[in-house]
């Protein structure tokens, strides 16, 4: 399954995922932000789109920034195209394409999550709990996840999709990493709450305490959120998912399983360089450039994934 099918259901993949990704952070960072004794509502909205990396695309739009114009901004608006509304649409436009390839079931679980959406209005992002509504937002892609899980063919198309995820996943998890690292304070007492709402956002609070009981510092939350291979939303983890499925695409006498060999070892190096790190490879002195250095190996790899599978001018990936 190459060239544009291929293209269409791995951007899916990514697509859920970063849309999953906006709806953690932006319920954690809104709630631990909001219960600041003298938090503001432009500070909120200012951490929340720089945790996002939204701030030039924010102040295109808009000229203050102001906390209902920030969640509407990242959720709903349709002209910022990693809103959760946008990614939701354009995982949808991919999806409809694959139509008569995947299961019914898949269709209707991201269908039903698009109209929901839709009739949504940035108005009720404040006036209700957004609270709920994030959390429903993250029900239902839950809920998708699940169909797939349940639904799908162990084939191309599956390898993909996972593919597609767990590279997403990898990324996201770096992005949120640096802008903690950026943000938080040197004293452990003051930066407890950017590490507090950073597990939070991932649902690792609980993984990590039961790992580190009461060692609450950066060290070991670094090592917990890049290393560690049990934890489903660690760098670890997901690099070591998307090199499993990569292995699994069956590309045949394809000249492509070249490339796809490229990446596998690209992938593997990568879990390789990650399981051999040690606790004082996360210190402060050195967890810029070794984020900065997954980042890049990432990014090297979506650009070899192009390279095998993809033809640009056939696919939707914007």
Not at 250 to 266: H, Q, S, T, V, Y
């Amino acid at each position: 399954m190459l060239n544009r099918n291929a293209e269409a259901i791995f951007w899916v993949g990514r697509y859920m995922e970063r849309a999953e990704n906006h709806a953690r952070l932006i319920d954690v960072y809104y709630h631990f932000t909001n219960d600041e004794p003298n938090g503001e509502g432009s500070m909120r909205a200012a951490r929340i789109i720089d945790a996002l990396g939204a701030r030039h695309d924010y102040e295109k739009a808009h000229a203050f920034m102001q906390e209902d114009a920030a969640l509407a901004f990242i959720t709903l608006d349709r002209t910022y195209n990693n809103s959760i509304i946008s990614c939701i649409s354009q995982a949808r436009n991919n999806l409809r394409s694959l139509r008569e390839k995947l299961p019914t079931e898949l269709w209707d679980a991201l269908n039903g999550m698009y109209l929901w959406l839709q009739e949504s209005e940035p108005s009720t992002l404040l006036s209700e709990s957004p609270h709920l509504f994030y959390k429903h937002v993250k029900d239902l892609i839950a809920a998708f996840w699940g169909v797939q899980q349940s639904v799908m063919m162990r084939e191309n198309e599956w390898h993909l999709i996972e593919s597609g995820r767990y590279l997403e996943r990898a990324e996201n998890v770096v992005r949120i990493l640096r802008s903690v690292t950026f943000s938080s304070s040197p004293d452990e007492m003051a930066a407890y709450p950017y590490w507090l709402a950073l597990l939070r956002s991932v649902s690792g609070y609980q993984s990590y305490r039961k790992h580190y009981a009461d060692n609450f510092a950066m060290e070991p939350i670094m090592e917990f959120l890049v290393s560690n291979l049990a934890f489903p939303r660690s760098v670890h983890f997901a690099i070591n998912q998307l090199e499993h499925h990569m292995k699994r695409i069956d590309l045949g006498e394809d000249p492509c399983d070249a490339l796809r060999n490229k990446i596998i070892r690209k992938a593997a190096k990568l879990r390789a360089d990650i399981a051999c790190l040690e606790r004082e490879d996360f210190a402060s002195c050195k967890i810029h450039e070794l984020l900065a250095d997954i980042s890049l190996a990432c990014m090297q790899i979506g650009t070899l994934v192009t390279e095998a599978f993809f033809r640009r001018e056939e696919a939707t990936t914007a």
